[in-house]
T-cell receptor
Framework: RKEVEQDPGPFNVPEGATVAFNCTYSNSASQSFFWYRQDCRKEPKLLMSVYSSGNEDGRFTAQLNRASQYISLLIRDSKLSDSATYLCVVNLGLGAGGGNKLTFGTGTQLKVEL | EAGVAQSPRYKIIEKRQSVAFWCNPISGHATLYWYQQILGQGPKLLIQFQNNGVVDDSQLPKDRFSAERLKGVDSTLKIQPAKLEDSAVYLC?????????????FGPGTRLTVT
C-alpha cells in the first residue's frame, strides 16, 4: 500500500464549479498534513496546511479525519488559474524519527475550462 | 527575499555518465533536502541535511548517488554512473529548521534526461 494515495485524475471542470479531492495515508503516526500545488513544469508550492478542525482559505477548504486517515481539499468557484496538480502531503515529524520529511502523493490533476 | 537556487536547469547525459547538481538554499535555512520527482509521480525525498550533517538518507541509492553539504550552506548531488531510470526532476528544498512548523521552499529543479 502506498504511504499517500490520491486519485490522479484529471478532473476537468467548468469555471465556477466546486471540486473535491481526496487522499488517504497509511501511517497513523503522521503528525502534519498539507496540500501543495504544482503548476506544469514548476516546483511544488505550499497551498495550505490541514487541521483536524478543518481550515479555510478563501475558496479553499481542507479537512482531516485522523480516525479514517483521510484528507480532503474542496475548491469552490473554480478559476482557470486553479488548473494545476494538487499534491497531498504527509509529515511524520521529528518524534517518529522522520525529521521534517514530507511524503507526497502522486498528485491529482485539475483542469478548469471555460 | 531570494528563493532556492539550482543549477543547471536542464541536463542531458548518456547512461553510465556522471552528473552533478548544485543547490543554494534560502539564506539562514539550516535544513536542506533533495527530492527526486519522476514524471507522473510526487517528489520523493532522497536526502536531508541539518547544517552539514545528514539527518535522513534512507531513500538515497548509495551505490550511485552521493550528496554533500560541506560548509552547511550550498549542496551538491551527484549521480555516478547514471541509469535510464534516473531521468527525473531533481528538486532542492530548504527550511529554517527541522520542526514540522517550518515550511519547505522548493527550488525550480534540475530536469535530467538519461539516454
Amino acid at each position: 500500500r502506498k504511504e499517500v494515495e490520491q486519485d490522479p485524475g484529471p478532473f476537468n471542470v467548468p469555471e465556477g464549479a466546486t471540486v473535491a479531492f481526496n487522499c488517504t495515508y497509511s501511517n497513523s503516526a503522521s503528525q502534519s498534513f498539507f496540500w501543495y500545488r504544482q503548476d506544469c513544469r514548476k516546483e511544488p508550492k505550499l497551498l495550505m496546511s490541514v487541521y483536524s478542525s478543518g481550515n479555510e482559505d478563501g475558496r479553499f477548504t481542507a479537512q482531516l479525519n485522523r480516525a479514517s486517515q483521510y484528507i480532503s481539499l474542496l475548491i469552490r468557484d473554480s478559476k482557470l488559474s486553479d488548473s494545476a496538480t494538487y499534491l497531498c502531503v504527509v509529515n511524520l515529524g521529528l518524534g517518529a524519527g522522520g525529521g521534517n520529511k514530507l511524503t507526497f502523493g502522486t498528485g491529482t490533476q485539475l483542469k478548469v475550462e471555460l | 527575499e531570494a528563493g532556492v537556487a539550482q543549477s543547471p536547469r536542464y541536463k542531458i547525459i548518456e547512461k553510465r555518465q556522471s552528473v552533478a547538481f548544485w543547490c543554494n538554499p534560502i539564506s539562514g535555512h539550516a535544513t536542506l533536502y533533495w527530492y527526486q520527482q519522476i514524471l507522473g509521480q510526487g517528489p520523493k525525498l532522497l536526502i536531508q541535511f541539518q547544517n552539514n550533517g545528514v539527518v535522513d538518507d534512507s531513500q538515497l541509492p548509495k551505490d550511485r548517488f552521493s550528496a554533500e553539504r560541506l560548509k552547511g550552506v550550498d549542496s551538491t548531488l551527484k549521480i555516478q554512473p547514471a541509469k535510464l531510470e534516473d531521468s527525473a526532476v531533481y528538486l532542492c528544498a530548504s527550511s529554517f529548521g527541522l520542526a514540522v512548523l517550518y515550511e519547505q521552499y522548493f527550488g525550480p529543479g534540475t530536469r535530467l534526461t538519461v539516454t
